[in-house]
Nanobody
Framework: VQLQASGGGLVQTGGSLRLSCVAS????????MGWYRQTPGNQRELVAL???????NYVDSVKGRFTISRDNAQNTVYLQMNSLKPDDTAVYYC??????????????WGQGTLVTVSS
């Protein structure tokens, strides 16, 4: 599975950005797709996740501001980020978890896209 992310950039506090990530290649099942973020010196943290049946999960700090969605036909996951804050500044990584027909799970990562929110 290859993941190609796009949509990062520089935005002012209160602004919006939309991240996109397209999955290509082959897989039995992509049970989840989502976004993580990382700042220098810190561990990568989960931002939002959407399962193949549409169930979503968000880190508390983005609830009510970010919305994750998934287009299964296009193998694409989106992250709409509104009311951005300087604390949202990070490199955002697309993630997909594939599971084989015999139950082996594997995480796949995109290249990362930088989101910078200026104060």
């Amino acid at each position: 599975v290859q993941l190609q992310a796009s949509g990062g950039g520089l935005v002012q506090t209160g602004g919006s950005l939309r991240l996109s990530c397209v999955a290509s290649g082959s897989w039995d099942s992509l049970v989840s797709m989502g976004w993580y973020r990382q700042t220098p010196g810190n561990q990568r943290e989960l931002v939002a996740l959407v399962s193949d049946d549409g169930e979503t999960n968000y880190v508390d700090s983005v609830k009510g501001r970010f919305t994750i969605s998934r287009d299964n036909a296009q193998n694409t996951v989106y992250l709409q980020m509104n009311s951005l804050k300087p604390d949202d500044t990070a490199v955002y990584y697309c993630n997909a978890r594939s599971v084989t027909s015999w139950g082996r799970a594997r995480d796949h990562w995109g290249q990362g896209t930088l989101v910078t929110v200026s104060s």
